[in-house]
């Protein structure tokens, strides 16, 4: 599986982006998917998590209430809704797959290349 993230930009405290995360291949609806983001000088931190079939998802305390993962097996494509958009969420959001539910990075397979959010105060 390959997959292309995209939908990041600059984006004012209190605003949204939605970030796409496109598979190639038939096997995306094999994998749960996660999203991850890493800021300067931090380490790589989990956002989110959603099963194959999107039926149960799980985001990180820093990002509940205010990001949403979804995803659409027709188009092989998972989602993720930011809104409330803070300048601690500034970082690099990279997409992975997982064959099993897991928040620990290296339990993914497959990683995106990453697109970069910046949120202004």
């Known amino acids: 599986v390959q997959l292309q993230a995209s939908g990041g930009g600059l984006v004012q405290a209190g605003g949204s982006l939605r970030l796409s995360c496109a598979a190639s291949?038939?096997?995306?609806?094999?994998?749960?998917m996660g999203w991850f983001r890493q800021a300067p000088r931090k380490e790589r931190e989990f956002v989110a998590l959603?099963?194959?079939?999107?039926?149960?998802?799980y985001h990180a305390d820093s990002v509940k209430g205010r990001f949403t993962i979804s995803r659409d097996n027709a188009k092989n494509t998972a989602y993720l809704q930011m809104n409330s958009l803070k300048p601690e969420d500034t970082a690099v959001y990279y997409c992975?797959?997982?064959?099993?539910?897991?928040?620990?990075?290296?339990?993914?397979?497959?990683w995106g290349q990453g697109t970069q959010v910046t949120v202004s105060s």
């Open positions: 959603i099963t194959w079939n999107g039926g149960t998802t």
């Open positions: 992975a797959a997982v064959s099993r539910w897991s928040t620990r990075m290296s339990d993914y397979d497959y």
């Open positions: 291949g038939r096997a995306f609806s094999r994998y749960a």
